[in-house]
């Protein structure tokens, strides 16, 4: 088999790259920083969608769409969110184009200026806020629980497929609340919704914990995130909900008349996952051979290729396959049956594999000999043979098994590389073999700083229920109570 | 009961602004021309997304994502479709602010100015056939069927809730094809889908035809339509449909290899229907109640309220309530009981007439006694009173004759309102008094831009299967072998 992908050991990064084209998930497009989600990768993100979507149902919330556009003069409500966002917006500044002196080219109309710059929504926060100030008088029209999955644009100077692109998708949660207490249970059951998405349906172990004041949501109190651990020892942050406090309650004048009877500021939650997602299902779990994916939210679980000599063969194989087929769709399994006759068998080996089918279903003239059919996981590459009659009962355990496998696999890998640094050599070093470093910090972001200048490494999260115990920070030297994880980040 | 909209005899145009509004479906937001889609109003676009989506994927299309932004040249490719959208193109010209020289305020910073402009799509043809390019190289790589669900951007200078907004959400089919033949069956496939699904869900009778050359879409060949008729005698566009030929092919020089081995250059089609659906939905059955929704869309297909004295009377009837709840649920009947002791029973009446749902059944201490309920259904307003247990099993038959009725009443409208006209007069008056006017058209667009300019009207369409006779041109008097639809339109 030629090799189609370039080998992780040998750059992950353009294995990467390779893996995310040669699979038809995405491409980059002709604006730059831009991706073209193929169909097959947008196949996913709909499966992602559409578990997602009912998890938020199902913890109260629904959904709403809100503009594209943010007025300029927003942004600088919010001291620390223009901060945060100002240096990578896309601006709108004219509403019309018109035929230029040649007659020949089209330019901007400069007679079509707005008169107040438009910004393309990089995250939703200030237009939701100012909308949610008409929505709220009393606590009585509390809470809200608004999501929108939307398009988002940040203007990123290098971009990679999935990971970091100028204009991405994603979902954003905004609620409001008439009580902290209530805004932070809210923070924490959508992080534990993502947390619990992430691990059981796309099977990737996630460290949950909360942000250091460095690597805050720009206008959040309080950040709590997920983090994986790519294979290449970097980590990821995989989702983030952000207790807002009253801060854009403020910002935009909303207040309620509360239970007292006395007028409040309103508080506030955001949080939101992206098509990033995909970026680090990718890394989590692929090969040399292409995508390993779990059968949860794999487009489609089940390939059926069939193995034969002239059409006589093929017409007896498909007679089998097409019944299996239809035998493991009532069990709501996806299968396709690919009887194409422009490739060969081994071509469509090849594909499937790169596509992370989880689970190829070969039948041959011998097969149907011996009432059997071959069986090959995408995960491990392992064969083995079964009787026809069993297929479709052993399939919803199998995929089960596999959706495990993959799952454990990567908390192996994930747990094998959290290590512990007690002085500044051992950290130094750990960080560039890779993985979660977990190390005492003395809490200042001068010493945060410092430590990602000299390593590159960020403090992923302050890991929830995190054992107390006295040290001394890695870098300073001052004493701390806890250890903080640290790792170089995607 | 105070009457909380405008009547539509009053001022129509008021009646449906204040009915999008109070019924909480969607309102303006402080982005000109952007709407907010409230959360009501966007559970009924997931309805319809799911429908529709699941209607291409029958006939065999597939999701994808393409870029938001569309560089400016890619525009001027195709000399007709620049000219149609110019003019309303929210332009990005920069991709940073930073902060003023007062430190106060923040503005566009200068020296990040796009070399080259990019445009908010207000459609994707230019953009995607740029990708197709490298897509399609043989016959072997066609049909290509892609759609999108995406939100796009017309700077419309008047606007209106969900009938026509700067940013609106859609869905947009590009589909590539090997022969003229097959793309103009996919063209039609496609129209029949829409025609499909807003007749048999929306409950909104429609004319199937082909636009004159002058109404066609800016870039397209011939353009099919369906084309609804409002309450006020107003017709409305709901879905088109486009063969494109090879336009698009031409301008982004997309050529294949067809089966003859010689290169040729790929046929085209669009089709799109847009959150403007749910305009027409609202003006084609709501009433001076609120509005009136096909159970086969609505958000919320029923809604049991009680009615109580006092804590134990609502404990009784609440158990009869919930019970009845729960076997309308399993029968995939959605429902809602409020049982909120904050709103009076009338209030709650109006609250849910206002918001269109099909049927409410009420519960009081009487019908306890009686072991019976009161049922209303929302598009006449009829009561009777039922049996409970019959309750659960009479109800997706009544929700069936609910939908039928909604159509059969919008559809005697439609067809009272198909007016022919032989004169001059006759068709000014039938204009006037508002409908589709069936005449005769010499077939010229010179003619049809003086019939707008004299009375509004718009061809709105020629008929599919539209019958041939012999008449005279009702403006200019030439000859004409048909009859087409005028009508004014939104």
């Known amino acids: 088999m030629a090799k189609v992908l370039t080998s992780r050991q040998e750059n992950y990064s353009q294995w990467y790259n390779d893996l995310i084209v040669k699979a038809e998930m995405a491409e980059n497009s002709a604006v730059r920083g831009c991706m073209v989600i193929k169909p097959y990768g947008y196949s996913l993100w709909e499966n992602m969608q559409r578990i997602l979507d009912g998890m938020f149902k199902q913890t109260g919330h629904v959904n709403a769409y809100f503009p594209l556009f943010i007025p300029k003069s927003f942004f600088s409500r919010e001291a620390s969110h223009v901060e945060g966002f100002a240096k990578e917006c896309a601006v709108v500044t004219h509403y019309r184009l018109k035929t230029d002196a040649t007659g020949k080219g089209i330019v901007v109309d400069e007679d079509a200026k707005l008169e107040e710059e438009l910004i393309v929504r990089p995250t939703s926060e200030t237009i939701i806020w100012n909308t949610y100030k008409n929505w709220i008088q009393s606590y009585r029209d509390l809470p809200i629980l608004c999501n929108q999955w939307a398009n988002v644009v940040r203007w990123e100077m290098r971009t990679r497929l999935f990971l970091r692109t100028a204009e991405f998708l994603w979902q954003e949660g905004h609620t409001a609340h008439e009580s902290a207490e209530e805004a932070l249970q809210e923070t924490e059951k959508m992080i534990n919704v993502y947390a619990d998405f992430v691990e059981k349906y796309m099977a990737i172990p996630v460290i949950k914990g909360r942000k250091s004041a460095n690597e805050r949501f720009a206008g959040a109190i309080d950040t709590y995130c997920i983090e994986a651990l790519m294979q290449d020892g970097k980590a990821l942050q995989a989702g983030t909900s952000h207790f807002l406090g009253q801060n854009f309650a403020k910002a935009f004048d909303v207040k309620f008349l509360n239970k007292e009877n006395k007028l409040d500021?309103?508080?506030?939650?955001?949080?939101?996952?992206?098509?990033?997602?995909?970026?680090?299902?990718?890394?989590?779990?692929?090969?040399?051979?292409?995508?390993?994916?779990?059968?949860?939210?794999?487009?489609?679980?089940?390939?059926?290729?069939?193995i034969y000599r002239d059409k006589e063969g093929l017409e007896k194989v498909s007679k089998v396959a097409v019944e299996l087929k239809t035998r493991l769709e009532q069990l709501n399994i996806s299968v396709k049956y690919d009887d194409r006759d422009s490739l060969r068998s081994g071509e469509k080996f090849n594909i499937y594999e790169l596509k992370g089918v989880p689970v190829r279903i070969t039948i041959g003239p011998r097969d149907l000999e011996q009432n059997q059919v071959e069986i090959c996981r995408r995960d491990t590459l392992e064969k083995s043979n079964m009787h026809i009659q069993d297929v479709a009962e052993a399939m919803p355990r199998l995929l089960e098994d596999i959706q495990e496998s993959i799952f454990q696999k990567a908390k192996k890998f994930r747990d094998d590389h959290i290590i512990k640094a007690d002085t500044w050599e051992e950290f130094e070093k750990a960080i560039e073999n890779g993985g979660f470093v977990s190390a005492h910090w003395d809490g200042t972001t001068e010493t945060e700083v410092a430590i990602k200048e000299k390593t590159k490494a960020t403090i992923r999260c302050i890991p929830f229920n995190n054992p107390q115990e006295e040290g001394k920070c890695i870098l300073t030297g001052k004493p701390s109570k806890e250890r903080v994880l640290f790792a170089k980040a995607y």
């Open 265 to 306: 500021y309103v508080w506030a939650t955001s949080w939101g996952v992206s098509t990033r997602l995909i970026g680090a299902l990718v890394m989590s779990h692929s090969d040399d051979n292409g995508l390993v994916l779990p059968p949860k939210i794999a487009p489609l679980q089940v390939v059926i290729v069939p």
